[in-house]
């Protein structure tokens, strides 16, 4: 099983934080719908022998599209490629996005799974972060989502400038309060050339604090856990059978298509990025070229891959997995460098498969870089 991605490069205004390719124009969006569905067709070739079981609108914020932009793109996936019966089709969406209409018409297009980017549900946390919607419109926008959508994820963000222990908590159950099933939750970070990386830089807003976000990520883990959701990869918590079938494909290794500007796709050796340019991009598909940069992985970029993405989920790293794809020597460095963390109760082993343990669930992403090789080819 396979899955593809759709990145929609357009959002209505730019949140402070965030460094991911989109613009603000809505300008050449028909021009790029038209090549969204244009490279869909160009690259069936692709996954001939494969199924797609998952589609995803990423962006970007997919839910500046029309009803008719998104049916286009989903009926040309369902004629040049092999989709199974019951897809998940998944649609990020702005709150201020979610008319009852508009969620409506999504049910009607096949479109069956929400992630909503809700970041929080206070108006100060809101306008620090610039984003396009209020928190009123954050809570009526999941009363109506949840009459049409029983599969539905909201994004949070916490480590915000400010956000005391308790107002974090409240996000936390606001969220739940709706009978959400899945939450993706991140720590705000500073990207470079970023609004938040200059406004900290210049003394406008305060620098983050590690501390509190460690603080606030064990708040959000013992929540959810008391709620029965599943902690299966380090951001992501859902309630069984809630999983997202797109995500955890990446995690997993599974192939998938990246369609779009800025867009990444991987076949199992190599992987492959679009160029970040709307205009580019454009232009190149007119002319039925694909403006596609690829690298073949070796296979210490696949070790180190399968390092980062198995520690940040509920599957670990199978250490049976590492000797019998990457030889005894991938093992033996494994072994030796994960020792310290499990002597200090940040990783263990069990059945073979090394996981993070509660305590070093936080400090995944450096632990598995620590992990990393460079070369034992």
Known sequence: ??????????????????????????????????????EIELRKGE?????????YFGGGTPSRLQIADLRLQIDSIYKNYKVVKNPEITLEANPDDLSEDYLIE???????????????????????????HNADEAKRCLEVATKYFDN???DLIYGIPNMSNEKWKQNIETALSFGITHISSYALTVEPKTALHTFIQKGIISPLDDEVAQEHFQILVDTLTEQDFIHYELSNFAK????????????????????????????????????????????SIQENKLPIETEVLTKTDRYNEYIMTGLRTIWGVSLDRIETEFGAKYLDYLNQHAAKYIEDHLLFVDENILRTTKKGKFLTDGIASDLFLLNLE
């Open 1 to 38: 099983m396979s899955g593809i991605y759709i990145h929609i490069p357009f959002c209505k205004q730019a949140c402070h934080y965030c460094d991911f390719h989109f613009s603000t124009s809505l300008k050449k969006k028909d021009e790029m719908v038209l090549a969204l569905v244009k």
């Open 47 to 55: 996954f001939h022998d494969e199924e797609v079981e998952t589609i």
């Open 106 to 132: 999504l049910t009607k297009i096949g479109v069956n799974r929400l992630s909503i980017g809700i970041q929080s549900f206070f108006e100060d946390d809101l306008k620090l972060m610039n984003r396009a």
């Open 152 to 154: 539905i994820s909201v």
């Open 240 to 283: 069984e059978n809630y999983f997202s079938k797109n995500n955890s494909a990446y995690w997993l290794g599974k192939k998938y298509l990246g369609i779009g500007p800025s867009a990444h796709s991987y076949d199992g050796e190599k992987r492959g990025w679009n160029v970040s340019n709307n205009s580019v991009y454009i232009k």
